[in-house]
C-alpha cells in the first residue's frame, strides 16, 4: 500500500522558534496533500490544503503567516510552524492523495509529528 | 451542510465481545466513504473504502456497511482484540476529491 512519512516523528522546541515538518509520499506521487492538526482526544481538524506548485488553501481561522506550507514537488510538502507557542503544542499529521488514475479519491495519512513548545 | 457524525463517542467492551460502531452523513455529492483506525499518537490506517454501489466490506475482522439511500454506515467488529483499542474514523469523500468530511470519530476500549 501507499506509505506516507512524516520528520520528524516528535519535536520539542522553546517558545519563539520555528520548526518545520516534512510529509513524504513514498510509493506514489501526490498532487495534493492535506495537513491537519489534531488536540488530545479531540478529532482531526484540517488545517490546509496544498497543490504541488501552487500555493495553499487554508482553512478559516488558520493563520497562513504562521503556518507557512510549501508543496514543492509531487513528493514533499513541508509544515512550518513560524514563532511557536505553547498553545501551537499539537499533534499535525499530513495526508497525500494519489494522483494517479482511479486513485484520486484515496487519502494516504502520515504517521503525525508531535510538536511540543515550551 | 455536509456532516458526519459518529456514535458512540465511547465505547468499552470485553475482549473478546462483538461491538458494532456508527457513522451517519449528510455529505452531497457523495463519493466515497473511509472507515480509519487510528491508534494513540499515531496516523490513521486505512480499515475498508466503500463507493455507491458498495453495501458491505470487510477486512479480518472489521465489516463496513453502506447503506446509500439512508446515508449510514456502519462498522462491525468481531472478536474484539486488546490491540482494537483505539479511536475509529468515519470520513467521507464529496464529489470532488479535494473534499473529505470527518466525523468526530468512537473511541474504543477493550478490557481484558
Known amino acids: 500500500g501507499a506509505v506516507v512519512s512524516q520528520h520528524p516523528s516528535w519535536v520539542i522546541c522553546k517558545s519563539g522558534t520555528s520548526v518545520k515538518i516534512e510529509c513524504r509520499s513514498l510509493?506514489?506521487?501526490?498532487?495534493?496533500m492535506f495537513w491537519y492538526r489534531q488536540f488530545p482526544k479531540q478529532s482531526l481538524m484540517l488545517m490546509a490544503t496544498?497543490?504541488?506548485?501552487?500555493?495553499?488553501?487554508?482553512e478559516q481561522g488558520v493563520e497562513k503567516d504562521k503556518f507557512l506550507i510549501n508543496h514543492a514537488s509531487l513528493t514533499l510538502s513541508t509544515l512550518t510552524v513560524t514563532s511557536a507557542h505553547p498553545e501551537d503544542s499539537s499533534f499535525y499529521i499530513c495526508?497525500?492523495?494519489?494522483?494517479?488514475?482511479?486513485?484520486?479519491?484515496?487519502?494516504?495519512f502520515g504517521p503525525g509529528t508531535r510538536l511540543t513548545v515550551l | 451542510k455536509n456532516q458526519v457524525e459518529q456514535s458512540p463517542q465511547s465505547l468499552i467492551i470485553l475482549e473478546g465481545k462483538n461491538c458494532t460502531l456508527q457513522?451517519?452523513?449528510?455529505?452531497?455529492?457523495?463519493?466515497?466513504l473511509r472507515w480509519y483506525k487510528q491508534d494513540t499518537g499515531r496516523g490513521p490506517v486505512s480499515l475498508t473504502i466503500?463507493?455507491?454501489?458498495?453495501n458491505t466490506k470487510s477486512n479480518g475482522r472489521y465489516t463496513a456497511t453502506l447503506d446509500a439511500d439512508t446515508k449510514q454506515s456502519s462498522l462491525h467488529i468481531t472478536a474484539s482484540q486488546l490491540s482494537d483499542s483505539a479511536s475509529y474514523i468515519c470520513?467521507?469523500?464529496?464529489?470532488?476529491?479535494?473534499?473529505?468530511?470527518f466525523g468526530s470519530g468512537t473511541k474504543l476500549n477493550v478490557k481484558p
Open positions: 470520513v467521507v469523500s464529496a464529489g470532488n476529491f479535494n473534499k473529505f468530511y
Open positions: 457513522c451517519n452523513y449528510t455529505v452531497s455529492p457523495f463519493s466515497n
Open positions: 510509493d506514489f506521487q501526490a498532487t495534493t
Open positions: 496544498s497543490n504541488e506548485g501552487s500555493k495553499a488553501t487554508y
Open positions: 495526508s497525500a492523495r494519489d494522483g494517479r488514475e482511479g486513485f484520486s479519491d484515496t487519502q494516504y
Open positions: 466503500m463507493t455507491f454501489s458498495e
